[in-house]
């Protein structure tokens, strides 16, 4: 089993900031990828960035110089650093990890229960 739980999201206004955390937790033999992806209202998820157990990263181009990714491996922790937010950033915010667990032996996904981010204008 895996537990991915998720924090930070809340209420700002525009050109502010907000960190999410995520905090993986189980049987975990090996992290790769850690994500986070968003959901605004009536669309559908996509990915805002990705790091890489090689420490590569990549985002969207949408949030590209203003959002950073990072993680903490001996904690198993992913970050998002969110800045200069705009009122299209609000959406619902979700991690995604990429494990080997000590039942599966195999590489599965997993997805956090997501956390608001609201940015008014």
């Known amino acids: 089993q895996v537990s991915l739980v998720e924090s930070g999201g809340g209420l700002v206004q525009a050109g502010g900031s907000l960190r999410l955390s995520c905090i993986v937790s189980?049987?975990?033999?090996?992290?790769?990828?850690m994500a986070w992806y968003r959901q605004p209202p009536g669309k559908q998820r996509e990915l805002v960035a990705r790091?890489?157990?090689?420490?590569?990263?990549n985002y969207s181009d949408s949030v590209k110089g203003r959002f950073t990714i990072s993680r903490d491996s001996a904690e198993n922790t992913v970050y998002l650093q969110m800045n200069s937010l705009k009122p299209e950033d609000t959406a619902v915010y979700y991690c995604?990890?990429?494990?080997?667990?000590?039942?599966?032996?195999?590489?599965?996904?997993?997805w956090g229960q997501g956390t608001q981010v609201t940015v008014s204008s």
């Open positions: 995604n990890v990429q494990v080997v667990l000590t039942t599966t032996r195999y590489k599965t996904s997993h």
């Open positions: 189980g049987s975990i033999i090996s992290i790769y990828d």
């Open positions: 790091s890489m157990s090689d420490g590569t990263t």
